[in-house]
């Protein structure tokens, strides 16, 4: 039985604050930080919120279950 992980977020649309389980949130690994960011729907408003996730937060929304998107760049049309 594992635990359900709760995580808090804040939506910046109607500032809203609220806690979520680890199916609600998504995060998406970029090739750098820049990239790299955590989204959700907003329970309150339903606004898509996106915010970078740093290397702390990867580790806790991997670390609880949140399903990862690894994205890839293809450099085949040079530097
Ligand atoms: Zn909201």
């Not at 977020?9 to 930080?33: K, N, Y």
């Not at 915010?51 to 670390?63: D, N, Q, S, Y």
């Not at 760049?73 to 040079?78: A, D, E, I, K, P």
Request: net charge positive.
């Amino acid at each position: 039985m594992a635990p359900t992980v709760l995580f808090k977020a804040a939506c910046p649309d109607c500032h809203g604050r609220f806690e979520l389980a680890a199916g609600a949130l998504r995060l998406a690994i970029g090739g750098t930080s820049k990239t790299t960011f955590y989204s959700f729907t907003c329970p309150d408003c339903g606004a898509l919120v996106r915010k970078p996730a740093g290397e702390r937060i990867v580790e806790l929304l991997t670390g609880g279950g949140v399903s990862t998107m690894r994205l890839h760049f293809s450099s085949s049309s040079g530097e």
